[in-house]
Structure formats: C-alpha cells, structure tokens
C-alpha cells in the first residue's frame, strides 16, 4: 500500500480513538464497518481478500441504511446521547461546564475528518490495494430530502463550515429543542422490560379519517395543545363501547403533532409496575409525552393501580409539567366490582367498608379529564362509513353502500367505529379485485 494512503489512515484511526464523548457515534454496525475497513486497508492481506470484504460489509451497512456515510454521520452526532448533549437539553448554552464544551468541540473536529473520507476515497484505496483494474461500486444515493425542520439548519451549517467546532452552540441549541436518542430518532416507543423500545412503523391513522365523537375529539385535542404549549395538561380518561376509535383517536394525534415535539409513549398494564420509574426518565426532556395505556382495568389488589394512582395524584415529587397519562377503557370503574364487596350492615371485616367500595369506583375521577364514548347508533354508524368511504376513494351508490354498511353490522360485531373501517376495508379490496378479475379478462 502506498506510504501516503497509509499515513491518511493512520491519522484517520487516531481521530477515530481520540474521541471523548461522541465513541457511540462509530458503534453502530456501520460505524464499526467503517473502522473494520480502515485497519484493513492499513494492514492489506497478501491477495487482499481481507481488504475486499471489509469493503462489502462497510458497503452493505450503508445500503441496508439507505444513506451515504457523510448523511450517516451527521445523523449520529445529531441523536447522539453522551454528557454534553443530555446537559445542553437542560441548560442554556452559556451555562454549560467549560471542558464539556471543549471536549465536544474536539470531538467534533476528529468527527469531521471522518466525514471527509468519502465512500468514494475508500473505493480508490481499496482498488490501489487491491490492485483491482477498476475501483469497486460507490454507495451513493441522494440525500434524504426527509430531514426535520430543526435538523435542517444543523446539517447545513456542518456541510459548508471548515471547521465544525464553530457549529457548538447551534448544536446546543438542537439539543436543547430536539433532544437527543431514541427520543430524537422516533416519535413512538414502549416501555419493554424496563427500557425504552424505538417504534420504527406507528400506527399512520389519522384525525381526518375519524369521526362520529366531535365533541370529545375536540376535547382530547385542546387538552394536547394545553401539553403542547407548555401549560398543565390533565390527565385523561377515554371510555365507552369497544370499537368506538378511543385509542385510534390518541394514536392519531402524534400523526397530527409528532413532526413537533410530541411523543407518545406506550405502556402496557403489565409494566404499570414502572410507572413513576418511566415519568421520571421523561423528566426534564424537551419533547413533550403522552403516556398511552390501552384498555385499562384493574383487579383487587394490584400493584398497577397503586402506581397509577400515585402518578395521577402526586407524591412529594412535583408531577413533570411535559408528560401526562392517556388511558382507554371499556369499563366506567376501572376496578372490577363484585357483589361480594358490597359491605352488608352487619359487616364485620371491615369499619369503613363503604369508604373503601366508593375509592374503587371513584378512582376514574382521580383523571382530570373523562370522556365518554356512547355505542354508535344507525345515524353515527352510517356518517362513519360514508366518511371513510369518502377518504378511501370508493365509487357506489350511497343506497347501496349502506344497505351493505347494514348487513355487515349484523353479520359481524354491531354499529362501531371499528365495524364501519373492518367494512370500508373490506369494500375496497373486494372491488378493487373484481375490477382487476374484469380488466384480465
């Protein structure tokens, strides 16, 4: 290998090692394809196999990607969750610790080098080790025109500064705006075994698509512009009929909100265990939560609702102004009643059994906002299906299409929300195949 290519990656390698916060950046399975492909250039094999398949790994990391290493990067360091940016997402700028600034400037200096070796200059040193006729295939795509509106600024001043120690304070800035990690990379994630999980494909429902329960969409809407905009949100309770779109409704909003700083995060009854665990995590982080628990119900004695009850009333810690608790049920009280727990004038076991029986029932009213989803009559059913028809472009005759709507509610599970979608979904592929049989023919 020539002495000067030799040299570069040298430098390279030492650029890669001195790093002092931003080590994560190059773990990824990429970043190690990128490290795993500079040694082997450095230390080219006698027939170089070493050398070309380091260059395929490093070239099918990108590709599962679907980015160019320079987009990679910038990427990284923008999610990257290390001291400096945790700190700049709670303190101004100016308030940081001097060496912390100091050590991410540097690191931002050896991460720029970096940058600068394109997949098209590792190509080149891999055909001159290699001593191929021509050099192997460059990863490139187009640039994601997808970037968010504050990485946008961010990523351009990287891309036309020499130095990019320069860009700190904007960095800070992101961060203290955008946050940093998994909260940065996804706008919806689940607690999972006492971690938070990434969900890479949410659920695209959107508010257009439902309606039927104006009234209570309305309110459910004002209470998140409350969390939004940072005065006190309630916490809220949506119950009623099954099928009605009460979880379909708050999944919706991050499609509504979640290009901002809305985050809806998933936490099923069974991990309620953890729940003032999860708030306190989301304390203190820029974005704002709705924390989703779907289909809530308790029995006696559960350690979910002792954690949800202190979560909806407070302890002595202060309750986090950016996170509030979403839940859906199809029971009013939410702990299941049994006639045995009416406490008889003869009660013995228990002095105050009474007060006991109304604190499980009333522990709906412990959520600051309840809204009530009734069964959808013939009208509501009907609106829902011709609005859903409307938006999934289905051509028939409104006679017709409810005469269907109808025959489906019977034959399936009732007049609901959900019944009118599962019928629009199944409208649309059954003509959709009876015109694709038609035109074959």
Not at 7 to 21: G, I
Not at 63 to 72: I, L, T, V
Not at 203 to 216: F, K, M, S, V
């Amino acid at each position: 290998m020539d002495n000067q290519v030799v040299a570069k990656v040298q430098f390279l390698q030492r650029q890669a090692a001195s790093l002092l916060l931003y080590q994560s950046v190059l773990q990824s399975e990429a970043g190690k394809a990128f490290l795993d492909l500079l040694q082997a250039i450095r230390y080219i094999d006698a027939d170089a196999r070493g050398c070309l398949q380091a260059y395929g790994s490093y070239f099918k990391c990108l590709a599962a990607r679907g980015q160019n290493w320079e987009d990679y990067l910038v990427t990284q360091i923008l999610r990257d969750d290390n001291p400096f940016s945790q700190l700049a997402q709670k303190q101004e700028f100016e308030n940081l610790p001097y060496s912390l600034v100091a050590a991410a400037e540097h690191d931002l200096q050896a991460l720029q080098s970096l940058y600068q070796c394109s997949s098209a200059t590792l190509s080149e040193w891999v055909q001159t080790g290699a001593y191929l006729p021509i050099s192997p295939v460059v990863w490139y795509v187009e640039p994601e025109e997808a970037v968010g509106d504050r990485e946008l600024p961010v990523i351009e001043k990287l891309q036309h500064l020499e130095n990019w120690a320069d860009a700190i304070e904007e960095l800070a800035v992101y961060y203290r705006k955008s946050g940093t990690g998994l909260f940065a990379e996804c706008q919806a994630l689940r607690w999972e075994a006492g971690q938070f999980v990434g969900i890479y494909h949410p659920d695209p429902i959107r508010l257009n698509q439902l309606t039927g329960y104006e009234a209570q969409k309305e309110a459910l809407l004002k209470n998140t512009e409350f969390l939004l905009s940072g005065q006190v949100a309630l916490h809220v309770l949506l119950y009623g009929s099954r099928g009605s779109g009460k979880s379909s409704l708050i999944k919706a909003l991050l499609n509504e909100y979640g290009k901002g700083n809305l985050r809806l995060v998933e936490v099923a009854k069974s991990e309620l265990k953890d729940l003032a665990k999860i708030v306190e995590q989301l304390r203190g982080l820029p974005q704002k939560f709705i924390i989703f628990v779907d289909d809530l119900s308790f029995e006696e004695d559960d350690d979910a609702f002792k954690a949800l009850k202190v979560v909806l009333e407070g302890n002595l810690t202060a309750r986090p102004q950016n996170a509030v608790v979403y839940a859906t049920s199809n029971r009013r009280h939410l702990i299941r009643e049994f006639f045995a727990d009416r406490p008889s004038p003869k009660e013995n076991d228990e002095i105050h059994a009474w007060d006991t029986m109304q604190e499980k029932l009333s522990f709906s009213d412990r959520f600051g906002l309840t809204l009530t989803f009734e069964p959808a009559n013939q009208k509501t059913y009907l609106q829902i299906v011709r609005h859903l028809a409307l938006k999934a472009e289905i051509e028939i005759d409104r006679e017709e299409l409810e005469r269907q709507a109808l025959q489906w509610a019977t034959r399936h599970n009732g007049r609901s929300g959900r019944t009118a979608r599962q019928f629009v979904d199944f409208l649309k592929s059954d003509l959709a195949l009876s015109k694709s049989v038609t035109s074959d023919q």
